[in-house]
T-cell receptor, first 109, second 112 residues
Framework: GEDVEQSLFLSVREGDSSVINCTYT??????LYWYKQEPGAGLQLLTY?????DMKQDQRLTVLLNKKDKHLSLRIADTQTGDSAIYFC?????????FGGGTRLMVKP | EAGVVQSPRYKIIEKKQPVAFWCNPI?????LYWYRQNLGQGPELLIR????????DSQLPKDRFSAERLKGVDSTLKIQPAELGDSAVYLC??????????FGQGTRLTVV
């Protein structure tokens, strides 16, 4: 089946930038997403990018897509303690959404 | 506008008992998903509905799991009988079209 991979853990200091990476295998993905999950909560859609774009910026969030390498990244500028959560990337093919295993972001004050 | 609503939020049952989860998607969303999220992992699709039709249920353990979406709106997911390994968070999501999927808060099931 299709696969989405993420590193498990990232630790940054407050005020630094965070970069969370994701790789996927399905070349026919139409959209790619970043979701945030705080403890005990559901998944909150943060941002998404269409597969024919290579960058999207939304306030502190920057999504970069390298379609050739099937690599997606999420950059969070000026990371705050409230950004501590698990971040999931997901790819859509048709109406199928496939998720990675999540990256736990820890922000140290 | 209300988001995706799931109930209950938490459920603790003994093994071999039945359990049911309910999902009310965002109004007008034709696509509804049920995902299972095990501890420390990403969500895995159990079943996807387009309106009232289950179009992808290949990952649903059909010997004990069942789902329905009557009238193409609310959906229920049932497990009978529950096993210890079914302990997880069950997430419902809905989508209006190709782009976006919105998730509910999930139901955390603990089977003891």
């Amino acid at each position: 089946g299709e696969d989405v991979e993420q590193s498990l853990f990232l630790s940054v200091r407050e005020g630094d930038s965070s970069v969370i990476n994701c790789t996927y295998t399905d070349s026919s993905s139409t959209y790619l997403y970043w979701y945030k999950q705080e403890p005990g909560a559901g998944l909150q859609l943060l941002t998404y990018i269409f597969s024919n774009m290579d960058m999207k910026q939304d306030q502190r969030l920057t999504v970069l897509l390298n379609k050739k390498d099937k690599h997606l990244s999420l950059r969070i500028a000026d990371t705050q303690t409230g950004d501590s959560a698990i971040y999931f990337c997901a790819e859509r093919t048709g109406n199928m959404l496939t998720f990675g295993g999540g990256t736990r972001l820890m922000v140290k004050p | 506008e209300a988001g995706v609503v799931q109930s209950p939020r938490y459920k603790i049952i003994e093994k071999k008992q039945p359990v049911a989860f309910w999902c009310n998607p965002i109004s007008g969303h034709n696509t509804l998903y049920w995902y299972r999220q095990n501890l420390g992992q990403g969500p895995e699709l159990l079943i996807r509905y387009e309106n009232e039709e289950a179009v992808d249920d290949s990952q649903l353990p059909k010997d004990r799991f069942s789902a329905e979406r009557l009238k193409g709106v609310d959906s229920t997911l049932k497990i009978q009988p529950a096993e210890l390994g079914d302990s997880a968070v069950y997430l419902c999501a809905s989508s209006p079209a190709v782009r976006l999927a919105f998730f509910g808060q999930g139901t955390r099931l603990t089977v003891v």
